[in-house]
């Protein structure tokens, strides 16, 4: 009989739901692509209904349930930090209590109530050892040194230790207060962006700044030991207390309050940013470096929030002692409900490992997919103008040639995504080499700020040939950065600088620096995806006909979604938001939709659309 | 996989019959209230004071209009009356346990030491102490339990104090509480 886990993590950000059976990943999908609101935080119902349905079982069939976190311990840090900063912290209280007293502390109850039938042992994991369980039983590695890094668990704000076969020890710690997370996240909150989901803009706002405040960071705010630990001087920040991150003091010392969300991004912010990624690099290398003096060992995994900041982690394959490097592509809380599942699978019941090559997260290609009868019949029920295309060169060949005309194009094939990126399955792809590129689909398509280049999507074989990559190093899960080759590099013209100097971003990162615009950083850099044919199938020979057809192995890949808006489950959310919005083309499996045959009555006001993810987090 | 998102399940905290009986009774006791309270102050015939009160809640039987007025007024202040109550609750929770705890000191190392070059500590002193947390739970063990077992272990019994405070919580709870994510802070909590 087999042993089905369903691994959960939920009631924070980003709920999820993953399944094992006999210890291979069934299934793993995020609440928020199934309610369709960003960064989910309720119970994950629907995303367990899909896991139990993907492997044909019921929650009566389930051996074990295991979740991401130890809500006592998680408690017991709460009721310490209530203790350290009253009577100040009354705010973060009554913020607080309602939401354990209703339904935290009754965890174990609420896991039941909401899988009628399962009879069998809820396990507790720990939510750094969920991380690192995520981290080190897919990759490919048989012993590996293990780095998680994020705001906060239940105490840890980051360990390391090393994983062997089946075995896993974290034997370090940094607890909370002092958290590398929580120090991005407060800079974040500083520069008007929002906490938990808005550091990735600030990443991608540090290339347009000087690092100037790094001194007075390290003088002030934090000691950053050799060994990559931070202390932190807690006057400057405001999260024990309250419901900022940040305190007057911070603001005294940086000379002002925080930016307001939505006003204009000045220099400081940019220096900001620059300040604190390079500050946020220093420490993950250092912290790598240490790991790698403990361990010896040549190979690195990382998971936790921290390790999504793929420019550090392109810092680290480049600079850092560690050969391979292997990241969870769900890094953040979603993959916590992976890693508990695997924990319980190694651990608690002493299951045998054997490392899979490339890994065994299957392309983290873990979500719903559809047939193409059904997409067929959704298409009729529409009234969608389309064309069903079985043969797949035909298809394949069409759509790389309507890419290579610049146009815009929907890409909806196979599993859905496990983790934060589209790599290739919920995606909106392009040109890369087309300099308009960039802004059509940020104004058009996406409506955000659009400081931020999109991501290069490249054939496996060439990456080494556009990016400073060793030919055998790849980025399958788009986690790592590295900068354009010089060979690809344009020169800047005398207009070019001029607009360089244009307070307005959009008009930097508009420059032409390099033969493929749409994917290159006013740094240079580039957020890459390597694709190949084992684990993208499909996208994979897509990229191939672009290739044979424009000489150019690389295209522009960004999320099948609008700024604030989940990205796309089913082919009704890919049809809403292909028809709301100035896309091109939309495939849906050997289905192809034109924009302009579609029937003018049917597309609907995009305001309407835009304005049900409005206030959503980005 | 249906095509289209699933939808939320339809849930309905009370049936009409429900809240017609209850009405009923309330009708019953209000009159009976009014009554007594007549004869208490003396009033003359105190039983038609007690009739007379039927007439403001009894056209709800009837009308549902004003049955629904009724029981929109009766939800606003028991809603407004919870509000005051989780407020009471969490302060007097708040500033009377947790100032006097609080002067004894916290868990949280928040001093740099002298000469201090490392942050990392081993994880095997704390692991000791939480040991207990990872086993899988008991089935169906009350939560209040856990979390004195799981205080006591590391010596914080004075926790058995919050229990009230936690039970009067849980009955004055606030629809939708879970769903909040504050913008402006790490949810820490």
Sequence with gaps: ?618 | MPLTKPQPPLTVSFRRADIRALWIITTAVFSLAVGLAADTFGAPMPWAWGVAALALPLPGLVWPPWFRLGVRVWNRCAESGAAVLRAYVLKVGYYLLFSGVGRTGSALDLDLRNGETSRWISRARHEQTFAGCNRPSAQGGWWGRELLASAGLRGNAWQVSLLPVMLLLMLLRKEGQESALPSSTYTLY
């Design chain 1, 1 to 618: 009989m087999s042993v089905n886990i369903l691994g959960l993590s939920a009631f924070y950000h980003d709920s999820a739901a993953a399944l094992l059976r006999d210890g291979t990943i069934v299934a793993a999908a995020q609440e928020e692509r199934f309610t369709r609101r960003k960064h989910d935080p309720a119970f994950p119902t629907n995303a367990a209904a899909f896991c139990l349905s993907e492997a044909g079982i019921s929650a009566g069939d389930l051996t074990a349930v295991a979740f991401y976190e130890r809500p006592l311990v998680k408690w017991d840090r709460l009721v310490e930090t209530f203790s350290e900063f009253a009577p100040r912290g009354f705010a973060l209280f009554e913020e607080a209590m309602p939401t354990w007293a209703e339904l935290k502390l009754q965890l174990p109850s609420r896991v039941r109530t909401a899988l009628p039938g399962f009879s069998g042992d809820v396990y507790f994991v720990d939510h750094h050892e969920s991380h690192a369980a995520s981290a080190f039983f897919p990759s490919p590695f048989s012993e590996a040194a293990i780095l998680t890094v994020d705001a906060v668990g239940e105490w840890s704000t980051s360990t390391f230790g090393t994983g062997h076969g089946n075995q896993l020890v974290l034997s370090h710690e940094q607890r909370f207060p002092h958290s590398l997370g929580m120090l991005y996240s407060a800079f974040t909150h500083y520069a008007g962006f929002r906490v938990n989901s808005g550091e990735y803009k600030l990443m991608g706002l540090a290339p347009y700044g000087k690092p100037r405040y790094v001194d007075l960071i390290r003088d002030r705010l934090i000691k950053l030991m050799a060994d990559g630990s931070i202390w932190m001087d807690m006057s400057y920040f405001h999260y024990g207390q309250g419901l900022t991150m940040t305190s007057p003091r911070f603001h005294e010392l940086f000379g002002g309050p925080p930016r307001e969300p939505e006003a204009l991004i000045t220099a400081k912010e940019m220096d900001l940013a620059a300040s604190i990624q390079v500050v946020c690099e220093d420490a993950m290398l250092a912290a790598a470096r240490h790991l790698h003096s403990e361990t010896k060992t040549p190979n690195l995994v990382m998971a936790g929030g921290v390790a999504l900041n793929c420019v550090a982690n392109g810092r680290l394959r480049r600079e850092g002692p560690f050969e391979n490097i292997w990241i969870q592509p769900a890094a953040g809380d979603a993959g916590g409900a992976l890693g508990a599942a695997l924990l319980v699978w190694h651990r608690e019941m002493n299951q045998p490992r054997q490392p899979q090559f490339p890994d065994a997260q299957s392309g983290s290609l873990l979500g719903p997919k559809f047939s193409n009868d059904d997409i067929g019949l959704f298409l009729d029920s529409m009234g969608a103008a389309y064309e069903h295309i079985p043969d797949e060169e035909t298809l394949l060949d069409r759509v790389a040639r309507l890419m290579a005309e610049e146009k815009v194009v929907g890409w909806f094939q196979g599993r859905m995504e496990f983790g934060p990126r589209a790599l290739g399955c919920r995606s909106i792809i392009g040109d890369a080499r087309s300099p308009r590129m960039q802004q059509k689909m940020n104004v058009s398509i996406k409506f955000r700020e659009s400081f931020r280049p999109f991501a290069p999507c490249i054939l496996r074989e060439h990456a080494h040939e556009y990016f400073e990559m060793r030919p055998d190093e790849e980025s399958p899960y788009m986690l790592f950065v590295a900068p354009v080759l010089s060979t690809w590099r344009t020169q800047l013209t005398d207009r070019d600088r001029q607009d360089m100097e244009n307070p307005d971003l959009r008009v930097r990162v508009s420059v032409k620096r390099s033969t493929v615009p749409a994917v290159t950083h006013v740094d240079y850099s580039a957020r890459i995806q390597t694709v190949d044919e084992g684990r993208h199938g499909r996208y994979y020979r897509l990229m191939r006909h672009f290739h044979a057809l424009t000489d150019c192995p690389v295209i522009v890949n960004t999320s099948f979604n609008i700024r604030g808006e989940p990205i796309v489950c089913t082919p009704d959310d890919a049809y809403r938001c292909f028809m709301a919005t100035d896309m091109d083309c939309l495939v849906l499996e050997d289905h192809i939709l034109l924009k302009n045959a579609q029937t003018f009555s049917l597309i609907p006001n995009i305001d309407d659309y835009r304005k049900q993810y409005s206030g959503a987090l980005d």
